[in-house]
């Protein structure tokens, strides 16, 4: 199993442009994550998919948008990029078999926005 | 809301001695908390967690964590630390009935000299 998936590894964007950040899982999990990393500042949740055909928004969904497309994969699209958005973007799953289940975390996307 | 704290931006512990990474949370239920360590350029990967039961938690590679519900703390430790244990260490945690997704701390770099 590859576990989940992201791409691309790297992006450079200028102000203004879009661009639409790729995860797929094959662990068959229910619900996928997405995450903004900045330093000192932890992980931040953008929004969620608790399963296929439904999204929610987390702590810093403001100039995102996300498409659950089919139960592997989980896009997050910037639809007019700021500075503000240059992060590490990471994608995780899980299965949502019980509450405590554990996420499981790509490797992440390094974006900037000059 | 929840919070969590890790008031140690960084950790220096020499080889072979105990090392503990501190966490201390804030939930309106009860917590699941999860330990997650990070090597440079690549994902979060899982170490443990705690769901209820046993207050001592063991994890991967020799990490194991004390769940302490009147000090609201949950302090990664192990017993000899090893030069391959330098990474970045986020605790995270989720109310049992709370909203999807998890609350991370800031993150402590650990820094393990030989």
């Known amino acids: 199993n590859a576990g989940v998936t992201q791409t691309p590894k790297f992006q450079v964007l200028k102000t203004g442009q879009s661009m639409t950040l790729q995860c797929a899982q094959d662990?068959?999990?229910?619900?996928m994550y997405w995450y903004r990393q900045d330093p000192g500042m932890g992980l931040r949740l953008i929004y969620y998919?608790?399963?296929?055909?439904?999204?929610d928004k987390g702590e810093v969904p403001n100039g995102y948008n996300v498409s659950r497309l089919n139960k592997r994969e989980f896009s997050l699209r910037l639809e007019s990029a700021a500075p503000s958005q240059t992060s590490v973007y990471f994608c995780?799953?899980?299965?949502?078999?019980?509450?405590?289940?554990?996420?499981?975390f790509g490797p992440g996307t390094r974006l900037t926005v000059l | 809301a929840q919070s969590v704290a890790q008031p140690e931006d960084q950790v220096n512990v020499a080889e072979g001695n105990p090392l503990t990474v501190k966490c201390t949370y804030s939930?309106?239920?009860?917590?699941?908390l999860f330990w997650y360590v990070q090597y440079p350029n690549r994902g979060l990967q899982f170490l443990l967690k705690?769901?209820?039961?046993?207050?001592l938690v063991k994890g991967s590679y020799g990490f194991e964590a004390e769940f302490n519900k009147s000090q609201t703390s949950f302090h990664l430790k192990k017993p000899s630390a090893l030069v391959s244990d330098s990474a970045l260490y986020f605790c995270?945690?989720?109310?049992?009935?709370?909203?999807?997704?998890?609350?991370f701390g800031k993150g402590t770099h650990l820094i393990i000299q030989p």
């Open positions: 995780a799953s899980r299965p949502r078999l019980r509450q405590s289940d554990t996420q499981y």
């Open positions: 662990m068959n999990h229910n619900s």
């Open positions: 998919s608790a399963s296929e055909g439904t999204t």
């Open positions: 939930v309106s239920g009860n917590p699941y």
């Open positions: 705690y769901i209820t039961g046993d207050n």
């Open positions: 995270a945690v989720r109310d049992i009935r709370g909203a999807d997704g998890l609350t």
